[in-house]
Structure formats: C-alpha cells, structure tokens
C-alpha cells in the first residue's frame, strides 16, 4: 500500500484482517508514523466496541510493516497507491512501482479523480494497471469499484475482483469516466449542497440534519465532504466539469475558498465544522 493517509491506512486495515501481509509506504518516517497511527487507532476503536479482542488487535498488527522503501515492492503480488490526487505525483510514484513490481503483479491506483489511462499509459506495462476505488472509511463501506481501461488485460481485472470478493468487499466494474459510477451521481449533490448554504438562509447543521432525517442518508452532505476531504470533492468535481462541461459540476466558490484557505475537512482540523474542539465554529 502505498500512500497513508486517511483511505490509505484505511485500505491497510481491511487487508491485513482479511489475513494478508501487508507493506505499507509512504514518503518519509513522519508520514509513515500518521499512517500506523491511522491503523492503531482504528484498530483500538474496534476492541473498544468489542469487535476485535486484543490477541486479534495483535495478530492485525503483526501482518502490517511500514517503511519508505519502494524495494518491498519487489515481492508484491497486488500493489495500490493511494498518494494525493496530484497527477505528477501519481505518475512518479508509478515510475517507481514500474521499476520494482514483479511482472506478474496486478498494478492499481485508488484514484477519486484521475484518468487511469493516463496513469496506466505512463508505465511500461499499462495492461496490468487498473483502478481500484475504496469509499470512505475503507474498513466500513462494502462497495469498490474496479476501473478497466482500454490497455487492460481482463484477466487482471478478474483477478482484482475475486481478491476484492475473498477481502468481503463488493466489487463492481466501471469504464474509466469521470466519477466513474457513484462520484459521478454523488458529487454534482453535495456541489448543490454547498450552494445552498453559502445562500446563508440555513445553517449547516440544519442542511445536514433535513438530508439525515428527511431524506434518510446516514451523514449530511457538509459533514460527508469534510469526512472525504474539500481537496477530494473539489479534484473530482473540476474532472467532472472538464469532462462533461455540465454546470452543475462547476465547484461552488465556496468549496473553492475553503481549498484555497487550507481548510480540508476532518483531516486538517477544519472545514465547513470545525473538528479541533467540542465547540463547533463556522469557517465562514
Ligand atoms: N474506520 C473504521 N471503522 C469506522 C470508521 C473508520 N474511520 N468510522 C466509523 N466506523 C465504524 C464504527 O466503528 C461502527 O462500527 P459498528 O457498527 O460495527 O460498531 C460503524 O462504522 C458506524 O460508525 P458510528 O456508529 O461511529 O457512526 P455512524 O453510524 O454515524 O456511521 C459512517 C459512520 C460509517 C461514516 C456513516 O455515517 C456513513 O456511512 N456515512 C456515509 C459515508 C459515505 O457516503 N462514504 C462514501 C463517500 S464517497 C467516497 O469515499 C469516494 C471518494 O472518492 C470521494
């Protein structure tokens, strides 16, 4: 796994309780040390609720090494990155798996908003190169999607789905379209909600409330994009608008101002609530 952020570590979590051993990556030791904290944490909060006794907390653990060395990469059968959605990020950090993965290693990028065919044609071996697409939290959504490209071998697609099903996961196949299948409905809503509060009539607690008890989601919309990251939402959301020119997909300026601020939801402490204390503040 590499790349250990908030779907990253999460991504480590399902696969070493499935039973995998698991090498997880990141650039340098302090974003390697967020990452094991992301995992410990997660971890300790399922002994908690008694889901996982202490032995089991262990033996998760055990399964999982983390470091900065892309050598690992050498003996590993399925490689994920799951680095920032910056796509001269992305493809360096593909130049790197290209140059250790074994040949026969299945090759894919958890990406909200890149092309994969992009991705997959700036590496030597684009037929083994797929998207596989966790939700947020990856321990808990069920749904993956697996993005094929026009330069995949099928067989590596099959071989991604039977992985995802034997991980408990439920895996469906996407073409490799902006959003591919749920950003694609999800984010022109949550662009809307945006909307709607920056009219200033509603507070965001009472946009997210109507959508939670009225309309039966289980988070509101303001809450879900500071759980997915303003950065996530924006990137999918401007993929969105290039692709389909639809202006629905254009990012709400305020989505923007927020990114531009630095306020990206839970995971910088701030974002349309504010996660730093118990006292709720605006940003805006
Ligand atoms: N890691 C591991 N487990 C977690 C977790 C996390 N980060 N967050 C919550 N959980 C577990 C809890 O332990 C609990 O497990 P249990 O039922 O077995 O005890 C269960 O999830 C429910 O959690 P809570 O009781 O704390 O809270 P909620 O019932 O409010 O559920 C939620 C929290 C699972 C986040 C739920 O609100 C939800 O499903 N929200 C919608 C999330 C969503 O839409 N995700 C997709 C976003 S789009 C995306 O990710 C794509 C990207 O490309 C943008």
């Known amino acids: 796994m590499i790349g250990l952020g908030t779907m990253g570590a999460g991504i480590v979590e399902v696969l070493a309780k499935a039973g995998h051993r698991v090498f997880g990556i990141d650039y340098d030791d302090r974003a390697v040390a967020g990452g094991r904290e992301r995992l410990e944490t997660s971890l300790d909060r399922a002994v908690q609720k008694g889901k996982l006794n202490p032995d089991e907390r262990q033996a998760v653990v055990s399964r999982v090494s983390f470091g900065t ?94 992985f995802l099903q034997e991980l408990g996961k439920r895996p469906i196949r996407c073409g490799d379209r902006a959003g591919f299948i749920v950003n694609s409905l999800l984010v022109g809503y949550l662009n809307a909600a945006v909307r709607t509060y920056a009219d200033g009539r509603i507070s965001r607690e009472q946009l997210d409330a109507a959508m939670v008890e009225e309309a039966g989601y289980p988070m509101g919309p303001l809450a879900l994009l500071d759980m997915i990251g303003i950065d996530v939402g924006h990137a999918v959301l401007v993929r969105m608008y290039d692709e389909t020119k639809d202006r629905r997909h254009a990012p709400a300026p305020l989505l923007t101002q927020l990114l531009e601020a630095g306020l990206l939801g839970r995971k910088t402490g701030r974002g349309f609530y504010d996660y730093r204390s118990e006292e709720s503040v605006a940003p805006v």
């Not at 060395?69 to 959605?85: F, M, N, P, Q, R």
């Not at 001269?88 to 299945?106: G, M, S």
């Not at 069920?142 to 330069?151: H, K, Q, R, S």
């Open 69 to 162: 060395d892309k050598a690992v990469l050498t003996g590993a059968s399925v490689i994920i990155e799951a680095v920032s959605e910056k796509p001269e990020l992305k493809q360096a950090v593909f130049a790197e798996i290209d140059a250790h993965a074994p040949a026969d290693a299945i090759l894919a990028t958890n990406t909200s908003s890149l092309s994969i065919t992009s991705i997959a044609a700036g590496t030597t071996r684009p037929d083994r190169v797929i998207g596989i697409h966790f939700f947020n939290p990856a321990p808990v959504q069920p749904l993956v999607e697996v993005i094929d490209t026009v330069l995949t071998d099928p067989a590596v697609i099959d071989r991604a789905m039977s």
